[in-house]
């Protein structure tokens, strides 16, 4: 499956945990870095089990992930204490719906992410990745904080394509809202480690009500406002979910549907590939070889412009520096389900009510499933067809994988290629990012590199 390649030092890790934990100590460290939960025995074992109050399990088997985010998905919906951490936010829209509700809304979402709408949205990407090398230019010859930066670009890119232009839409008061709900309200509680029901207030989570509930009436008006002067010249992606409306049944999303989902884009759709991205620069900082092949990749492509959707099929290494990323620091690296029948995994009785949780961090660390599962090689990528679809879930499996995987992959590839071909970046000593997962998993302290010109 995998190429070896020459590598001075493992990248970061997360410490797993290697003796069981209690509750208090379940509750202190998932507090810290949910990520410190996993037993170290997961990235070598195809299912673990235990009981902190609730019954748990976790699965590290393709085969297994496949029946449960596939065969049997509508027994194992997402677990309450995702819906308590993200409904607030984002009510009952596509990322958290089950049932008939999510199936309308998916098929009424699925045409604005086809693959002619992703290109038609790539000039928005073009123009942020070429904005994101002014702004590090600037920096050139010092250190600078590449994830800073990369939020930056992606939530330029995310804004762009759904209120694009709109004066009703703060950009700036609605990405401060999310990142101080994520902050305060996004950690695990003692409540969540014990199972305890939905309908016990969590404080935490009480305090950000004021605050989503002024960013949802800033998205409503900007909805309102849409509907009314009719869609841009270009329709970016409120002006197709506008539009949008179930084959089957022919329902349209409301105002407060259509927020909601908008909301879930802009929280899913900014950070996760602002992590991705940053990520990639960090690997790729402690790797020379692999970051002089890229920039002699992304050169011959672009010359001296920003790279554009066409430029794609010419990136090939830059691509698959993306999929390596998303392998050792995928955004989304623990899901969680709530087993709703009884059924049988590997062997093992799940009872209704039981956790599932398959954490993709241990997954794609996985001594069984990669090649020195720790060590950064994107020519593992060179021929995915060898690689189990199961093994590999940066975007979830199934038919809840992530409507906008393609989307995330195209703008990456896009800003990545455009800041390889034109800056050289370096590790600053002793400015080590550390991964900590709280609702996605993001590099803490930041991520420092010198940067100079190529």
């Known amino acids: 499956m995998d190429h070896p390649a020459p590598q001075t030092r493992l990248p970061v890790q997360v410490p797993l945990a290697t003796r069981p934990l209690g509750i208090w100590d379940s509750l202190r460290t998932g507090r810290r870095n949910l990520l410190e939960l996993i037993p170290e025995i997961a990235t070598r074992q195809p299912m673990i089990s235990g009981r902190t109050v609730k019954r748990w399990h976790m699965v590290m088997d393709p085969e297994a992930n496949r029946h449960i985010l596939k065969d049997a998905v509508e027994d194992y919906p997402k677990s309450d204490v995702t819906k308590m951490i993200l409904s607030p936010a984002i009510g009952r829209s596509l990322f958290i719906a089950e049932g008939a509700h999510w199936r309308w809304q998916r098929r009424a979402a699925a045409p604005a992410f086809s693959a002619r709408h992703v290109q038609a949205l790539?000039?928005?990407?073009?123009?942020?990745?070429?904005?994101?090398?002014?702004?590090?230019?600037?920096?050139?010859?010092?250190?600078?904080?590449?994830?800073?930066?990369?939020?930056?670009?992606?939530?330029?890119?995310?804004?762009?394509?759904?209120?694009?232009?709109?004066?009703?839409?703060?950009?700036?008061?609605?990405?401060?809202?999310?990142?101080?709900?994520?902050?305060?309200?996004?950690?695990?509680?003692?409540?969540?480690?014990?199972?305890?029901?939905?309908?016990?207030?969590?404080?935490?989570?009480?305090v950000s009500g004021p605050i989503m509930r002024a960013m949802k009436a800033m998205a409503d008006r900007a909805i309102e406002s849409r509907r009314h002067r009719g869609p841009r010249p270009?329709?970016?992606?409120?002006?197709?979910?506008?539009?949008?409306?179930?084959?089957?049944?022919?329902?349209?999303?409301?105002?407060?549907?259509?927020?909601?989902?908008?909301?879930?884009?802009?929280?899913?759709?900014?950070?996760?590939?602002?992590?991705?991205?940053?990520?990639?620069l960090y690997l790729i900082a402690h790797d020379p070889a692999v970051q002089d092949r890229a920039r002699t990749e992304a050169q011959a492509a672009l010359g001296g412009r920003a790279a554009v959707a066409g430029d794609l099929d010419r990136l090939p290494l830059c691509r698959r520096i993306v999929d390596e990323s998303l392998r050792l620091y995928p955004p989304a690296a623990f899901l969680s389900r709530t087993a709703r029948r009884h059924d049988l995994i590997l062997g093992r009785e799940i009872r209704p009510g039981d956790t599932v949780m398959l954490p993709i961090y241990a997954l794609h660390r996985h001594h069984a499933l990669w090649r020195d599962p720790d060590r950064f090689d994107p020519d593992r990528f060179a021929t995915p067809e060898a690689i189990d679809r199961f093994a590999y879930l940066p975007f979830g499996g199934g038919p809840r994988i992530c409507i906008g995987a393609s989307f995330a992959l195209q703008e990456a590839v896009i800003i990545l290629a455009t800041l390889l071909a034109r800056f050289r970046f370096a590790p600053v000593p002793g400015r080590e990012p550390k991964p900590v997962l709280i609702l996605t998993l993001r590099p803490v302290g930041g991520v420092w590199l010198e940067v100079a010109a190529a």
């Open 122 to 206: 790539a000039p928005v990407m073009t123009a942020a990745a070429e904005r994101a090398a002014a702004r590090i230019g600037q920096q050139a010859g010092r250190a600078a904080d590449l994830f800073e930066e990369m939020v930056a670009t992606t939530f330029e890119v995310i804004s762009d394509v759904t209120f694009s232009g709109d004066d009703a839409f703060d950009r700036k008061a609605v990405h401060r809202a999310i990142n101080d709900y994520i902050d305060g309200t996004a950690r695990v509680s003692l409540l969540d480690i014990i199972g305890a029901p939905a309908w016990v207030p969590r404080p935490s989570r009480l």
């Open 234 to 280: 270009v329709p970016d992606l409120l002006d197709l979910l506008l539009e949008a409306a179930d084959p089957e049944t022919g329902r349209r999303m409301t105002t407060a549907e259509l927020r909601d989902n908008l909301l879930t884009f802009i929280v899913a759709g900014h950070e996760t590939t602002a992590l991705s991205l940053a990520w990639a």
